[in-house]
């Protein structure tokens, strides 16, 4: 008796471990700033405390403005790093978002030019988790950036086990009509089959997105944000849950996962 349940008692232990590996997996965070009730900055970092971009809100009147970093920094010789970029919504102006620390939990950043749009911005602005006008949280679109290059990475290696742990528990497919549910078990199989799923309107496929964008944006082609927990690309979906954000739903059928063969 006690033999027989030695297989099921491994199984658990091995779901536990690999559990407890993607809980314990740390998300990147965002500190958010209000040096004014017109002015807002943020910038986000990684556990480790490297820096994955910056951004700044201000309003003037009825003029409103907000810029965000675009693809990695770089470290400068002084230890500050620099993220420069083509801001398209603000006409192509070339921007650089300078970010130096101050102490343990302080920042500095300086937007260059010092002014977004029209309107004129600090040549520096502090931002400190201490701060009563600065909040850190969990920063959501850096967390996709780093969930859509393990996707890539998980099919690149054929990685079924790492799919599996990238899923819900349950997945949603839409074969020729309907939606239909199938456990996330169907996705350690389907490597080679992922990257030819297509979008629902453009007919891009997966493999070619993973390959085209390493640096994800939520609010822009092909990717959109669904609601606040949830984003698409027309392909599949991933929704947000407390490990960070996870594969939800594929256009396809849950068949061609089941009889897709390795690669």
Do not use: Y
């Given at each position: 008796m006690a033999r027989s349940l030695l297989p099921l008692i491994a199984s658990l232990l091995a779901v536990f471990n690999t559990q407890a590996q993607v809980t314990k997996d740390p998300l990147p965070t965002q500190l958010v700033c209000h040096p004014s009730d017109n002015l807002t900055a943020n910038i986000s970092y990684e556990a480790g405390g490297a820096l994955l971009g910056a951004g700044v809100y201000a309003a003037s009147g009825t003029h409103e403005c907000?810029?965000?970093s675009q693809g990695p920094g770089v470290v400068q010789p002084d230890g500050s790093v620099r993220f420069a970029w083509t801001d398209e919504v603000e006409g192509n102006k070339r921007y650089q978002a300078i970010v130096k620390r101050?102490?343990?939990e302080g920042y500095t950043l300086a937007l260059q030019p010092a002014g977004c749009?029209?309107?004129?911005l600090p040549a520096a602005i502090a931002l400190s988790t201490q701060g009563r006008a600065c909040k850190a949280g969990v920063d959501r679109d850096a967390a996709f950036v780093l969930f859509w290059r393990q996707l890539r990475e998980a099919i690149?290696?054929?990685?079924g086990e790492l799919l599996q742990r990238l899923s819900l528990p349950q997945l949603e497919f839409s074969p020729d009509s309907g939606t239909v549910k199938a456990p996330a078990s169907v996705i350690r199989n389907a490597a080679t089959c992922i990257p030819?799923?297509?979008t629902t309107e453009s007919g891009t496929d997966i493999?070619?997105?993973?390959?085209a964008i390493?640096?994800?944006?939520l609010d822009k082609p092909p990717l959109s944000r669904v609601a606040d927990n949830r984003v698409s690309t027309g392909a599949f979906e991933a929704r947000w849950t407390a490990q960070g954000w996870r594969l939800s739903w594929f256009n396809t059928s849950p068949a061609v996962f089941s009889s897709c063969k390795p690669g």
């Open positions: 907000s810029v965000q101050v102490g343990n749009g029209t309107i004129a690149a290696r054929r990685d030819g799923i297509v493999g070619k997105m993973l390959k390493d640096t994800p944006q």
